[in-house]
């Protein structure tokens, strides 16, 4: 495993405030929600080094189709994100996702 940078960052509160909600909301830590946003604008700018590695995958590993764990990496996670995102969001506001409409 590549030995990862600590970097100091300082932050308006409220800057950081509304990155920690971002990142509850999609399950991420502030930490590695920084990466993923920080990612993603070089990657859009075609900055990203070819040779960075990928970040790293936390907490369980998916279900295959077949139920059991996936332990590869391939990909769905802002597909998954999203729906739980929007699940979590309909259920706060006091609809079940399974009703129907």
């Given at each position: ?53 990928d970040q ?46």
């Amino acid at each position: 495993m590549v030995e990862r940078k600590s970097v100091l960052l300082r932050l308006d509160p409220a800057v950081h405030d509304a990155l920690t909600r971002w990142a509850n909301d999609e399950l991420r830590s502030t930490n590695a929600q920084i990466e993923f946003l920080l990612r993603r604008a070089l990657a859009e700018a075609g900055r990203l080094p070819s040779g960075a590695a990928d970040q790293p995958r936390r907490g369980r590993p998916r279900k295959s189709a077949n139920g059991d764990r996936d332990s590869g990496s391939s990909g769905g996670t802002a597909e998954r994100v999203t729906r739980s995102s929007a699940k979590s969001a309909e259920e706060s506001a006091g609809r079940s996702t399974e009703e129907a409409p």
